[in-house]
């Protein structure tokens, strides 16, 4: 019980305020200034989905990202601080079915990152194109032979083809350089590499899908990792502002944990908040 009600804490946490009172500076159902609760956003994708291999299995995702000047989603301005990020990602693994129900593991990411949504530019025809660059942490938070962390310099171009009321597609390699310490994982570059390519088409009111490509430095290492999803208050009357999630997983290293261990592919099928 004591976890379940940290995972919901953590929901809770995360989820964007309330809207917010443009007059008075405050939300209309929470007491946090309206310019602060604006800072937040939100990163990567969100769920909660269950899948079965060997037992009943979970697998969640938290992030959201603070902008330090500014608010979030406001007019851009050119100085450098107007587009630096905080972002945290967490990823967990819950054995669900097995005893007492552990975390097999937990993946713990903060960066500090400059992000910037639209350049203004048009390359190869896209209708937009962005940059994120900055600093990852990526560690399990466990000790002695479970430690695992290691550091990354890295940089994500984004472009996206397509209308916003339409089918959207978007590209955002990400390329990484490792530094520091990785005496807990000294080849995780054989089964990582130095890049992944995520491949995105959605539409705002119907279906989406995400594609993560990774390979690894050495041999057939690497890992796909495939999001469907799609609008629940299209299937049910009435307003239900998240989605149907499943997520297919295959390859090396689903978990930082198990960087260098292939396991059986794994289907899950769950609840999308944000996509």
Known sequence: MTRLAIVIALCVLVIPPAAADVNSGETTESPLPARYARKFSLNEPMYFSVGWRESANARFQLSFRYRFVGADGGAAGDALAAHLYFGYTQTSLWDIGSESAPFRDTSYRPSLFFFRSDLGRHWLGARRCGIQAGLEHESNGRSAEASRSVNTVFVRPLLAW????????????????????????PDIADYRGWAEV????????????????????????????????????????????????????????????????????????GLMLVR
């Open 198 to 269: 995520l491949l995105k088409v959605e539409k705002q009111d119907s279906w989406g899908f995400s594609v993560i490509g990774r390979k690894g430095s050495r041999r057939a290492y690497g890992s796909i990792e495939i999001h469907a999803s799609y609008p629940l208050d299209r299937l049910f009357s009435g307003r239900f502002d998240s989605y149907l999630h499943v997520q297919y997983f295959a390859g090396w290293g689903e978990s930082l944990l198990d960087y260098d261990r292939k396991r059986a592919s794994q289907v899950r099928i």
């Open 162 to 185: 397509g209308e916003t009321r339409g089918y959207v597609w978007t590209l955002a390699p990400k390329f990484w350089l490792y530094v520091g310490d990785l005496s807990d994982n």
